[in-house]
């Protein structure tokens, strides 16, 4: 992927979140129909996919932490013993 696709990538995903909010507030008020399972099929992967997201985005920022804590360590493992 291209720095070029992944940026507009960002930029559509900006505008999830009113776009996620109308989905369910159209599934809520639509009457049973095919086209409701569709709605309600595509809001389940849209939950399932930011799921993911979250995991993965918890997964860095511990790993991120972890080496600042190491970093940390070291900075006093150098001052204590200089």
Known sequence: MTKKELDDIIDELKGA??????A????VAMPESDAKRELA??????????RTLDV????IQYDL????????LDKMDKTCYN
Do not use: F, W
């Not at 993965?56 to 997964?59: C, M, R």
């Open 65 to 72: 932490e972890a080496l600042q804590v190491e970093k940390d």
């Open 41 to 50: 099929k595509a809001i389940k992967e849209a939950q399932s996919d930011l």
């Open 17 to 22: 979140g009113p776009v996620l909010k109308l």
């Open 56 to 59: 993965i985005l918890e997964d």
């Open 24 to 27: 369910i507030k159209t599934y």
